[in-house]
């Protein structure tokens, strides 16, 4: 069994700073920032997520009343009650018995959130995924490390369910304190450890499904990953033997936007993916964790 993206869509925000915007801050420079992290611009809000929430789940077109669930993926929202997914429930004007819940997995949350909807769908019945992400409100933007990185955007799909391939590979490791948020606090991250964590583990999770699929490098058309640094999606792209033009991104524009680099990715090249195409997904990051999947398009 497995799931359709039947629609897909990204919220624009209003505020966009390239890497100038830094490099008149803090000790850095444009170039430096491009060359380590691949990243050009990133853009943030004014909006809070409930805001951001509200504006996403309007742009959707579907007839998407008789969902039987909506799953927001978010570490960032301030608002503890009621959920955010709640709140879209009501925006769209979904039925009431709708099942509404937001979960929190960092960078890997949107990933994970597919696997839930793949597992509590019946067949040909919806579901609306999404991520919701204002990290700007936890960013030190003193601190180079780490203010250079992110972004905020939030993004979804609507998923029916189908009796297409549908196989996901998760690991919940030690974290180490490599990626830590404290009430109150700002995001600190021991960027080598994230690096050392994502080229190694990644490539081993994607590998384990495709051989429990048997399926070769040049059989896989398409591959979405998170999008935390270029020099980690070539490095697992490399290890995986997967032609770099199968792989979409879009993080020298985003940056890091946590559970909503995935989305956005899909949103932005939506048409890009046809019925029948195997797709290799992977979420990555705070955990420490990795949730993957490998579905038929």
Known sequence: MGLKFIESKNLDL???RDNLYFEERLDTSSDWIEKRTGIKTRFFTELDTEEMTKKLVKNFKSDIENLDLIICASFSTKRRMPSLSSIARETIGANENVLCLDINLACAGFSAAL???????EKGRKALIFACEKISDYMDFSDRSTAILFGDG???VIVE??????????????????LNLYEGETITMEGKK???????EVPKSLKKLMCESDLKPDEIDKIILHQANYRIINSVLKNLEIDEDKSFSNLDVYGNTS???IPIVIAENFEKIKDGEILLMSGFGA???????????
């Open 115 to 121: 696997i839930l909807a793949e597992k509590y769908l």
């Open 194 to 200: 994230v690096y050392r964590f994502a080229v190694e």
């Open 14 to 16: 209003e505020i966009k």
């Open 259 to 261: 559970a909503a680099t």
């Open 154 to 156: 939030a993004a979804g």
């Open 161 to 178: 369910k189908n009796e297409k391939l549908f196989i996901s590979d998760t690991k919940s490791l030690n974290h180490e304190n490599t």
């Open 287 to 297: 955990g420490l964790s990795v949730v993957s999947i490998l579905m038929e398009c």
